[in-house]
């Protein structure tokens, strides 16, 4: 806080220090949920880590901060240097709140006894709301949804009301945030309530069980916050603020933005969004497992309006649940994260200082022949490191979703007279942060492909000896096979989408597997032997590349929606996470063709490999996407040539 007269910045605790609060103003290092003003900032670390408040020493201290969805990296970057570099401190783990809050719902919910599989976190933040789908602990990406609508537009819109209304308090921000928070309820009938204040705006209560009115302090008599006027109060020259309908109409903007002129769909409407964008096995676990987090759940009815708002769109059960102080529901979840222990979460001063603030950059993962599977820049291409541990070919790699472990299916053997393969190491999975080798995952035979299987603990394996197998990683000893080919397994994927497990054999079989059963589903036969498969970025469309065909099937009715006929031999087919782009690599030409997805004509062709081509991959965004060849090289190629990004950004003189 700062007064506008004297510059003088109160942090924290120290507001109590002044008896005059009028004219204070917030000065937040934030800026749309965006931590941009560092000297704010670390003016608050400074006060906070100092002997009169923690008293810590940040060398011996690990640090846990909560951060927006979907962070920009750049402010991660900086965030990092911060941590380590100016403070010092021994960890630090970062997550978004609605994480932390998740946590939390084994008590709301089962009264500790149980995390539920599927959450839905609303966060109810400053400057934004986010709605936040989880499945075993992870977001589900497709689901995250924002509303421009938080606590600071409410504390605005009730200054400007109450400005426009009653007295001048524009410049009044921190007591209007102290008269929103004591005076302000979420109405579970609008217009019934508007009726019954008609006509009492601007009167001392009028005629209405609704209205109140505050008084405003004048920091000599009564208290510097101000209090809600009873019967019992002594009012005597003290400046009254009536309030009526703004004591619920104000908060109606969570559920209509266009009052504030903010063109987005409410809260209820965004969270009906959220769960139609997962998968349908989730959508009436989600429904059942709201939360509502953040400083103005705390205001009364926020919850059941937003429970029956919700039912009025669903035949799911409609359940949403907050705790008796929500505005630290994310602390709650942090310290039980940081007692159960936070594992890969963590990042550590000496990982820091090995590899710098490159964790806050998207990464892809590159396999090869050497044995040597490489961390990579996924923007740039620039090398993060190398896994070392593999003896032989590593055919396949994946990062995890979140990109915390990688896998890697390998043809390991040791040379001794003769080649052997060492069962003990065909597979393995990694910190892709450290490099660190976590666990081995026994083989009898050659694994030509492996993927997690819907969590980090979870990898799906298959490869020469035609078989399909699910590992725990807790447990490697045990795994279970959950489906057989006739031929050796070339590929194995997951989707997020339904939560299923795709494998592709060398014949013309693909199989896919329901992970919770977990059996085979369906399966898919291809006209000609199978080179390649790929998903899309949300894995509902499945692409496969089979001698001069090209094919693609949606996942949720298993049907044959593309069939493409070339006249060269297919190695690979990806599509953009549109579907309005794929891109096609020859056997034998080398080539990598760009083609419209809808009528697979050819749109450009690409040189450059100089063998064939055995993998393709868009990014995330579709800017970009990625070839790997038998010549030894990964090559990144522009899906919009002529635009900025990555690798091709100009600097600007």
């Not at 400074?46 to 940040?58: F, H, K």
């Not at 759940?297 to 009025?312: D, V, Y």
């Not at 970025?537 to 949720?556: P, Q, S």
Request: glycine share 8%; with cysteine; aromatic share 8%.
């Amino acid at each position: 806080m700062r007064t506008k007269r004297s510059k003088r910045m109160y942090i924290g605790d120290l507001i109590d220090a002044t008896t005059d609060l009028s004219g204070l103003y917030y000065r937040s290092p934030f800026e749309r949920g965006y931590l941009v003003h560092w000297d704010v900032e670390l003016a608050v670390w400074d006060r906070v880590i100092s002997g009169d408040v923690l008293a810590c020493t940040p060398s011996e201290t690990n640090l846990v901060l909560t951060e927006p969805v979907n962070n920009l990296h750049q402010i991660q970057r900086s965030l990092d240097e911060i941590v380590f570099e100016e403070y010092q401190f021994a960890s630090l783990v970062r997550a978004p709140a609605s994480r932390f809050s998740m946590l939390t719902a084994s008590d709301l919910i089962y009264n500790g006894k149980l995390l539920p599989q599927c959450v839905l976190v609303v966060d109810v933040g400053h400057a934004f709301t986010h709605i936040v789908p989880y499945c075993n602990q992870r977001q589900i990406i497709q689901g995250i949804r924002r509303v421009d609508v938080g606590g600071r537009l409410l504390t605005n819109y009730l200054k400007e009301t109450v400005s426009f209304r009653y007295w001048d308090m524009m410049d009044e921000t921190f007591i209007m945030n102290i008269v929103k928070e004591k005076c302000c309820f979420v109405s579970q009938d609008f217009k019934r309530d508007i009726e019954a204040t008609r006509g009492c705006i601007g009167r001392r209560k009028g005629n209405s069980s609704l209205g109140l009115e505050y008084v405003l302090p004048d920091f000599t008599t009564n208290n510097k916050h101000g209090f809600v006027l009873d019967d019992q109060s002594d009012i005597s020259d003290s400046q009254l603020l009536p309030l009526c309908n703004e004591r619920f109409a104000i908060p109606e903007a969570l559920f209509y933005p266009m009052d504030v002129g903010i063109e987005q769909a409410g809260i209820h409407q965004a969270v009906e969004q959220a769960i139609n964008a997962c998968p349908l096995e989730m959508h009436r676990l989600l429904f059942a497992n709201i939360i509502v987090t953040g400083g103005s759940a705390n205001m009364p009815g926020l919850s059941e309006r937003l429970q029956s708002e919700i039912q009025k769109l669903t035949a799911y059960k409609a359940r949403v649940f907050t705790s008796s102080d929500p505005m630290f529901q994310a602390w709650q979840g942090a310290c039980k994260a940081a007692a159960e222990g936070v594992g890969d979460w963590r990042l550590t001063k000496g990982q820091y200082e090995e590899m710098g603030a490159e964790r806050a950059i998207l990464h892809y993962i590159t396999a090869c022949k050497d044995g040597k599977p490489i961390l990579r820049d996924g923007s740039t291409g620039d090398w993060l490191g190398t896994f070392v541990g593999h003896k032989g070919a590593v055919w396949s790699a994946m990062l995890s979703s979140d990109t915390l472990r990688a896998v890697t299916a390998s043809a390991d053997y040791t040379v001794d007279g003769g080649f052997y393969f060492d069962s003990n190491v065909c597979s393995k999975v990694w910190n892709a942060i450290t490099g660190q080798e976590l666990v081995s995952l026994m083989h009898d035979n050659i694994v030509k492909s492996a993927d997690f299987a819907g969590s980090n603990e979870l990898v799906a394996t298959g490869g020469q000896d035609k078989s399909v197998r699910i590992f725990d990683v807790n447990r490697p000893d045990k795994p279970t096979i959950v489906a057989s080919h006739t031929a050796p397994v070339r590929s194995v994927k997951w989707t997020q989408h339904r939560n299923m497990i795709i494998s592709a054999d060398n014949s013309r079989h693909i199989n896919i597997i329901d992970v919770r059963a977990p059996s085979v589903a369906h399966t898919l036969e291809t006209p000609e032997n199978i080179a390649s498969i790929s998903l899309t970025a949300d894995g509902k469309t499945l692409a496969c590349a089979a001698g001069k065909r090209v094919l693609a099937w949606d996942i949720d009715s298993f049907k044959l929606v593309k069939d493409f006929n070339v006249d060269y031999e297919v190695s690979v087919a990806a599509i953009n996470p549109t579907r309005t782009r794929m891109v096609v690599g020859g056997k034998s030409d080398l080539l990598i063709r760009c083609c419209n997805f809808d009528t697979g004509k050819q749109i450009d062709a690409h040189k450059g490999h100089h063998g064939s081509v055995h993998d393709a991959c868009f990014s995330p965004d579709g800017q970009v996407y990625a070839t790997g060849s038998e010549d030894g090289t990964v090559r990144l190629w522009q899906a919009n040539p002529g635009s900025e990004y990555g690798l091709w950004q100009y600097r600007h003189i």
